[in-house]
């Protein structure tokens, strides 16, 4: 699967922004598919995900109540909504895909074959 994200931009603390991951094909039921960030200087981590036979949205603490993860599957698209962000959201965000099957967490960045290029996401006034 390829995967393309976008909708990245610079926006002040407390604003919005939603990024979108299109794939080339179907991943529901298909891929474990979610959102990671890679602050600068930082390893990449795992923000929000769905399992392949899944409807239900996993989060990191630190974003839950903040961002919402969905996906049309009529589109092949993934979206991270991003409210109240905050200067620490600061990153490049990637969209990521696993196959299913594995059994370590949905968290285990190592664990995902396919990214996306990457959408900078800067917070500050």
């Known amino acids: 699967v390829q995967l393309q994200a976008s909708g990245g931009g610079l926006v002040q603390p407390g604003g919005s922004l939603r990024l979108s991951c299109a794939a080339s094909?179907?991943?529901?039921?298909?891929?474990?598919i979610g959102w990671f960030h890679q602050g600068p200087g930082k390893e990449r981590e795992f923000v929000a995900a769905f399992r392949w036979t899944s409807s239900t949205p996993y989060y990191t603490d630190s974003v839950k109540g903040r961002f919402t993860i969905s996906r049309d599957n009529a589109k092949n698209t993934m979206y991270l909504q991003m409210n109240s962000l905050k200067p620490e959201d600061t990153a490049v965000y990637y969209c990521g895909a696993r196959r299913p099957g594995i059994l370590s967490t949905l968290r285990d960045v190592a664990t995902y074959t396919y990214w996306g290029q990457g959408t900078l996401v800067t917070v500050s006034s």
């Open positions: 094909e179907r991943t529901a039921n298909n891929y474990d």
